[in-house]
């Protein structure tokens, strides 16, 4: 290394380059863990204001047909919603409690038959050989213990803040609303409003296109499961009802324990299960979601794939969950921000931005 003329060490330009590089390096990686550390909060504030969507969305519709001013409308809301959870959950109480207790003992013998049977198999036997090599690695007493009860624990923190925030924001939304605006320069404002105004036109869209489409997979569900004579319907389907809000991987879920007590029948049984949750899962993605987003809102199917397995592999289960309006707003963001006003091209569709 060379010497400078007080005879201390000196750095070359390549070494500067070298070290200054090395330090952009690791500020970016800093930088990048710190917004994924930063990034749940960011998916807690939208699953509240979904939450706050949702139930102003119904006060909105209260609205138009009865004489309501905005926070009586909300009242009614809530006590409808609830209202009708209530109402639902005491008609099927009796029997969803009936059927959980059933398949809280029937699902461990179907997943023992179904283990039992595939390992009369080529390949089970070769998949129960390659599980059992990692057995050691996945379980161990004290990390399950430790990891049920931070997933638990750490999923009912969760939810107390999705329920306030969303109250928040539900009572109080233009009080957020406002503060965001006054972050940009007057002569932004108006912009910057009808940009909010658009993204929450699409979430509230999203949200009342999947509700449907989450009822529409459960009735299906259900009815296919009973002409099946699969036992456990009910719970079955309402059960693919919660999950579908899942995109793409909701489907998945629903099947297993379907499948499971399906193949205690029969194997034929279990195809025709298999089938069933195909046909409807397709009649969901090539129907009902198509014509939802025609009516509704627009973005590329493809993102949400690809956004799921970013933000499944970085913030886990609620990443999955929320990936979809994650998505939207992007889309929005990317249309009325970059594509109209920096590159001036009117051409494209901004569902939500004429009102």
Do not use: H
Request: aromatic letters at 10%; hydrophobic letters at 55%.
């Amino acid at each position: 290394m060379p010497k400078n003329n007080n005879g201390s060490l000196a750095l070359s330009d390549f070494s500067k380059k070298v070290i200054k590089a090395t330090g952009i390096v690791i500020l970016m990686i800093l930088l990048t863990l710190l917004f994924l550390k930063g990034f749940k909060v960011l998916l807690l504030i939208l699953s509240g204001v979904l939450f706050a969507t949702f139930f102003r969305g119904i006060a909105a519709l209260l609205q138009k047909v009865l004489p309501l001013n905005e926070m009586w409308g909300l009242v009614l809301a809530v006590i409808l919603v609830l209202g009708l959870f209530v109402g639902v959950g005491y008609a099927l109480y009796p029997s969803v409690s009936e059927q959980t207790e059933k398949l809280e003992q029937e699902l461990p013998k179907a997943a023992k038959d179904t283990e039992e049977k595939l390992k009369s198999s080529q390949i089970g036997r070769w998949f129960f050989t390659q599980l059992e090599k990692n057995k050691d690695q996945y379980n161990k007493d004290s990390q399950k213990i430790t990891v049920f009860f931070s997933s638990f624990f750490g999923g009912l923190a969760d939810i107390y803040i999705i329920f306030f925030l969303g109250i928040f924001f539900m009572v109080q939304p233009d009080i957020y609303k406002k503060g965001i605006i006054k972050l940009f320069p007057k002569q932004q404002r108006e912009r910057a409003s009808d940009i909010l105004n658009t993204v929450g036109y699409t979430l509230k869209r999203w949200l009342l296109g999947k509700i449907f489409s989450m009822l529409v997979v459960g009735v299906l569900t259900g009815i296919g499961l009973s002409i099946l004579g699969i036992p456990l319907a009910l719970t079955l389907a309402l059960f693919a009802t919660l999950v579908t809000f899942i995109p793409n991987f909701g489907p998945i879920i629903s099947l297993i324990p379907a499948f499971l007590l399906a193949f205690t029948k029969g194997t034929d049984y279990a195809v025709y299960v298999c089938l069933l949750y195909v046909g409807i899962q397709a009649l969901e993605s090539n129907i009902i979601t198509p014509l939802i987003q025609r009516k509704m809102i627009s973005f590329p199917l493809a993102l949400i794939l690809m956004a799921q397995v970013i933000l499944g592999i970085f913030t886990g289960i609620l990443g999955l969950i929320l990936a979809v309006p994650i998505v939207a707003i992007v889309v929005v963001l990317i249309k009325m921000i970059y594509i109209k006003e920096t590159l001036n091209d009117d051409s494209i569709e901004i569902k939500g931005a004429e009102l």
